[in-house]
């Protein structure tokens, strides 16, 4: 087999959201079709990581995720071929990341980095606060946002969630295992879906 597998991470249960997020529709479709849209054409398999117990009737290998999200990652790591080269992690909640910006993390894989995220300049001044109470600025030079999707080097991904560590994206975990992570332009309009508002944000956006 080989090539390029994606896996997308669609394992929330939407505690923050009121429901899992990823099921609401969004301009008639579900925001994972959307997902799942951007990711089959360009892959040669595709593993869809849910919430346990729920039913699929997408495309792609369904499994069940776990208790945190570098959890639902290694479910899903293990029904990825182990011949395949690279694998792309996508967030269903980002229902609107674009083919070029797939394009854009895989390229920088093959031209030989471990990892590429897509990331956008941190615009505003950051505060450390203690509940209510600002303890710190933060200087933001050199801070990005990081989005998905994020292209891994099959090996390096693997090696990465080997240890068993969590983190926030699996990016930070190729960091800590010594891999090379390089970013690309990220999109602004790739809106992550985390409040019931967003999902008019990017209805907005997909009509514009």
Do not use: Y
């Not at 997308?8 to 799942?36: E, Y």
């Not at 959890?71 to 269903?92: C, E, N, Q, Y």
């Not at 083919?99 to 093959?110: G, K, Q, T, W």
């Not at 001044?125 to 990081?146: E, H, N, S």
Request: aromatic share 2%; net charge negative.
């Amino acid at each position: 087999m080989g090539g390029v597998w994606g896996i997308l991470v669609a394992a929330g249960r939407g505690d923050r959201f009121g429901q899992p997020k990823q099921f609401c529709d969004l301009a008639g479709s579900r925001v994972v079709d959307r997902s799942c849209r951007l990711l089959a054409p360009v892959c040669d398999g595709l593993v869809v990581v849910l919430p346990a117990g729920a039913e699929w009737d997408g495309p792609g290998i369904p499994v069940a995720g776990g208790e945190t999200r570098s959890d639902s990652v290694r479910a899903g790591l293990r029904s990825v071929p182990d011949d395949a080269d690279v694998i792309v992690v996508h967030d269903a909640a980002r229902p609107l990341a674009t083919r070029s910006l797939l394009d854009a993390v895989l390229a920088a894989v093959r031209a030989g980095a471990d990892a590429a995220v897509p990331a956008l300049p941190v615009p505003d001044t950051l505060k450390r606060v203690d509940g209510t109470r600002v303890v710190d600025t933060v200087d933001r030079t050199g801070l990005v946002a990081v989005q998905t999707p994020q292209a891994f080097r099959a090996a390096a991904l693997r090696a990465a969630h080997a240890t068993s560590a969590a983190a926030s994206d699996d990016a930070a975990l190729v960091e800590l295992a010594g891999g090379t992570v390089v970013v690309v332009p990220g999109d602004p309009r790739n809106l992550k879906i985390t409040r019931p508002a967003d999902l008019s944000v990017a209805a907005a956006l997909l009509d514009a």
